[in-house]
Structure formats: C-alpha cells, structure tokens
C-alpha cells in the first residue's frame, strides 16, 4: 500500500518541485562552464576534483543555483568515499530549490545517510515511485541502495526485486555476484512468501528466473513459464513435434581438437555424433571447429561459426573457455556451452557440465529426502572435493540438515584411526549419515578402518570421485553398501544408445574414463533439440545419459543423477529411493 501511494505522490511531488524552481530566475539558465567541467571531472572518475570544484563556485552563488551546487558537491564526496564533507554540503542545500532529476539526487543522498543511520524505512520511502524516471548515471547505485534499505527494513524479495534491476547495469563479472546475493536473499524467504512474490511478478521480469529456480528447488509449482529463453526461438526452424524436439537447422560444434584436451574433446565428439545418428526424425547439418585450448581460440571458432550461418552452438569444453565466450558483448547465436562459468550465461544461452557441484547437491538432496538431518564429512583436499563439498554443504544446511563433524582425509594415509575417533567423539551419537567426497583408495582405507570406538552403522553416501583410483573388485569390496550419484548410461541403456559395456568394447574413446565424457557428449546433442522446450516449460525434463534434464532458469542445465550402490566390489544400479544399510564388506564387525 505504500509503494502505490508513493507512485502517485511522486509525480506530484516532481511538480511541484519544477513549479518551485520556476520563478527563480537563474534555474533555467545553463550552469556555467565551470559547473560543466566539474561535471566531467565526475564523469571521468575525479570525484575528489570535482567535489572541490563545485564547491569552488559556492560562495558566488546564490538561490537554485547554490543549492545545485551543493547537491553535486556533496554527491562527489559521497562517490569519492569522503561521507564526512558529502553531509556537511548536502546540509546546504535547499531540497525546494531543485527540479527533476537534482530532486532525485537529493533524494539518493538522503537515503544513502539514512541507511548509514540505521533509518531504513525513510530510506525506503525516499527510493519509491517510478523505477523508470531515475537517472542513467545514479541508477546502479539508486538501485543498490534500494535494495540495502528493502533488506533491512525486512522485505529480501523487494529487495531481490531491486537487485535483478541492478545486474543489466552492471559488468558481468559484478553482475555474477549481484546474483549470488539474489540467490541468498530468496533462500532467505519462507515457501509463502516466495511463493507470493514470484506470482506478484509481470512477465519478462528479469527477477523471475531466479524466483523460479527458487521455488523449483523446493519443488513448488512456477506461476508462469520461464520466458527468459524465448530469443531462442527460430521463426526459420519447422515446427517442434509433440513432445518438443525442435533441433536447430545447423550447429557449431566447437571442441578441441589439438592440444593436450583433444582426447576429452574426441570422446564428447563420438558421444554427440552416436547421438546424432541415433536420432531418427530430422536432424541439423554439423560442423565442427577447433576450439583449441585458449580462450581467444574458443571465441574465434564462435565467430567463424556465426560467420558459416550456424543458428545454434554447442561448446566450448573449456571452464576459462566458456568464461571469455560469455564475457562477449556481442553473441548474436545461442549458445550450449559445456562447462560452468562465473559469468551468467547471456539471455538464450546456457550451460552444462558434469560438475562436482552438482553431484553435492545431489548427496544433500537424497539425505534430506530420507530426514537424515545430521551428517558427518570425510573429504580431501583436491579441487573437485573441495568444490562438491562446498556445495553439498550450502543445499544441506538449507533444507535444515546440519553437520556434526568434518574431517580431511590425506591421500597418504594409511592411519586414520585418531581422526576417525576424534571426529566420532566431536559427533558423539548424534549423526544419522556419513558422506564422502575421497578417492578409491582413500574411501577404501576409511571405510575398513570406520568401525571404532564411537561408530554406528548408519548410510554412507559418496560423490562419484570415489571411482578414481577404483575398478578392482576384490579391494573395492571394502566400499560395499556405499551408494553414489551414477551416470544413467552406465547402468542402463538410454534413449536407443548402444550398451555402455558393449560399445566401451569397440569404441576406445567410450570405455574408462572417457564413458563419462561420451555420455555428456550424447546429452549435449539430445539437448540440442529440446532447449526451446525446455526454456518455456520448466517443469518439462529430458531422459538423458547422464540422468535426467532440466534448465534451473538460470541458465544452467541441471542434472538428476542416478544412483548407484557398490556391492561384491562393483557398482550396480539402486532399485528404490531408499538408503539401505549395508555392510563395509564381508568382513567388517
């Protein structure tokens, strides 16, 4: 009720803030040029410089023009980090004296000391009305400062709402972060309230895709579809069929041919290209491009498929890779990159990765769904543990789980019996699930060694980093009852493709390590046909051979992986949601 009554208050007050200034005779007149210059000092970065040239023209000023003075004065200190003088100008001027874009100014400035303040609903007031009327060069920081206010006067989703304005005006490397405060302020809300919000938002709003990974999340149903992606839309493609296949008329595949990654880039290649053949009803034409392994080598194999008339791409496979694309200004085709970045992916683009991150969250997301609620932690110190763990422990403590003790297991080894009881003794008996992000070898060791003073039973969930350094049955024996997130091809044939085993016997590129990557390769051309789809319809999945898929409307692919459980020392399929309770192996007490 309030914002609605500052929307109608503002025109008036913007009015009567002209109508004040009108009759003073020297407000219409152009500032001088040395008010000018100032302005391009402040333009240009010289906040200091130009702070004292405004102020400079003070004392032969007089009436609207002194007041505007001020205003600037004290806005350049404000930017200039000096708050201390900012407050002592802005207590010059006289708010009656300003019109238009200098009330709004004013306005700025006043919420940005009463938030310093701790008056944030004054702030809240001063940041209302019309969104659209604030000026270009004050609206990042109208906007961010809106937000602080919205925050601490308790509305995170108008704040979220302030922050999703900000990020267009940002750079891309800032706006990434603006959206991780997004994403902290919405899974700060309770289900009503995000609920609430989500549906309140028009269409096109560019906080939606955030509200609607939010509430997708938590399994709740969206209030609209996504539309975010609809720039994917061909009007030149034929029509999609019944259940959304629509591939594009040409693609791009950019991967790395050369180089120390073209045995990764051959193996995502034959998996695309087994897909591609599969397929049976219409497929795009196929071109590939050496991405190399630079970043200017991934942006120049866009251009040079831009350039061939591709309307869709696919790559590159690179991390620093997918980061330069998205860094690009201009990215007139779509583009399915395989791999993260920190960089949101530009509107119609997304990405997609096997990524550790993913398979944490995955791990809190089954414990949750069983209420085991207290977990304890045995991770290494590698990057990918590292970054599986951080995950898991962001989505588990979320949804109300908590970890009752963590250890780091060295590769080294082969005694962990004082940790193992130590982290027990820190657990106590309250824990209900123990998850692993090791190695093989490592998980091996401490899986022979958990059953010490202090250990009781309970499941035991693992990252599928705990194949590394596997493969032997006799040893992995010691991993029996541990279950992990599996690739869907690797325990069941999927959408027509050959057997795992029995291509892996004939195609090298298809076996060992490189299965993953072939089944990622196949997913991202079956992916290929169905983005459109499953932009407009975010409740809509993809059965593919890494496991089931959908876009999180954030311009990520997100994945649901399949289970699997090691038993005699080899991995096989889970056959029901539930977490037995196995044991270590044939021996263990």
């Known amino acids: 009720m309030h914002g609605l009554r500052m929307k109608r208050i503002l025109p008036l007050f913007l009015a009567l803030a002209f109508a004040g200034c009108a009759s003073v005779g020297d407000v219409s007149a152009p500032p001088p040029p040395q008010v000018h210059a100032a302005d391009q000092m402040l333009a240009g970065g010289h906040a200091r410089e130009a702070a004292r040239a405004y102020e400079a023209q003070l004392p032969m000023a007089e009436g609207a ?34 019109a238009g874009e200098d009330a709004l100014r004013f306005r700025l400035l006043r919420a940005e000391f009463a938030i310093a303040d701790g008056h944030a609903a004054q702030a809240v007031s001063d940041l209302g009305g019309n969104q659209a009327l604030i000026p270009g060069d004050i609206a990042a920081r109208w906007q961010r400062a809106r937000a602080r206010a919205l925050e601490a006067n308790g509305d995170r989703f108008g704040a979220a709402v302030s922050l999703s304005l900000l990020v267009p005006l940002e750079p891309r490397q800032q706006a990434a972060a603006t959206h991780l405060q997004i994403r902290k302020l919405l899974q700060g809300l309770d289900n009503a309230a995000l609920a609430q919000g989500a549906a309140a938002l028009p269409a096109g709003h560019p906080l939606y895709p955030d509200a609607a990974r939010a509430l997708l999340a938590r399994g709740l149903p969206l209030p609209h579809p996504l539309t975010g992606a609809m720039a994917m839309l061909h009007p030149e493609r034929p029509p999609a069929d019944e259940d959304g296949y629509r591939p594009p008329l040409k693609i791009g595949l950019l991967l790395p041919t050369t180089g120390s990654v073209a045995i990764a880039g051959a193996a995502v290649r034959d998996g695309f290209m087994t897909a591609y053949y599969t397929e049976q009803r219409r497929r795009p034409e196929v071109k590939f491009y050496d991405s190399s392994e630079s970043a200017g080598g991934a942006v120049d194999a866009y251009r040079k498929a831009v350039a061939d008339g591709c309307d869709f791409v696919v790559g590159p496979l690179g991390r620093e890779q997918v980061t330069a694309l998205f860094q690009q200004r201009d990215m007139p085709v779509p583009v399915l990159a395989l791999n993260r970045s920190v960089q949101p992916a530009p509107p119609g683009s997304d990405s997609f990765s096997l990524a550790p991150e993913d398979e944490g969250v995955a791990a809190a997301n089954r414990l949750v769904h069983q209420h085991l609620l207290r977990t304890i932690v045995f991770s290494a110190r590698d990057d990918n543990a590292s970054r599986a763990l951080a995950a898991f422990r962001d989505a588990y403590t979320q949804q109300g789980g908590t970890i009752a003790a963590q250890a780091t297991i060295a590769d080294n080894g082969p005694d962990y019996g004082p940790l193992l009881k130590d982290t027990l003794a820190k657990a106590g008996d309250q824990y209900d699930a123990i998850f692993i992000a090791l190695k093989a070898p490592a998980a091996r060791m401490l899986a022979a060694q958990l059953p010490v003073d202090g250990y009781r039973t309970v499941p035991r969930l693992a990252t599928s980093l705990i194949l590394s350094g596997g493969g032997n049955p006799r040893l992995d024996q010691e991993l029996n009852g541990i279950q992990y997130p599996e690739l869907a091809w690797l325990l069941h044939p999927v959408n027509g493709l050959p057997d795992a085993s029995t291509l892996g016997g004939k195609l090298p590129s298809a076996r060992g390590g490189g299965a993953r990557l072939f089944a990622f390769g196949a997913d ?14 975010p409740q809509s999945s993809v059965e593919g051979a890494t496991g089931t898929l959908h876009l999180d409307g954030l311009g990520n692919v997100a994945r649901d ?20 309770i196995e044991p270590a192996s044939p021996g263990s007490p």
């Open 65 to 98: 023009l002194h007041s505007l003075l001020a205003l600037r004065a004290a806005n350049a200190w404000e930017v200039a980090g000096d708050h201390l003088a900012a407050r002592r100008d802005f207590a010059l001027v006289d708010p009656r004296r300003l």
């Open 524 to 537: 991202a051309y079956r992916l290929s046909g169905y983005m459109e789809a499953l932009s407009v319809s």
């Open 561 to 580: 992986s399949a289970w699997a459980v090691f038993a005699s020392g080899r991995p096989r399929a889970v056959q029901d949601d539930a977490l037995q």
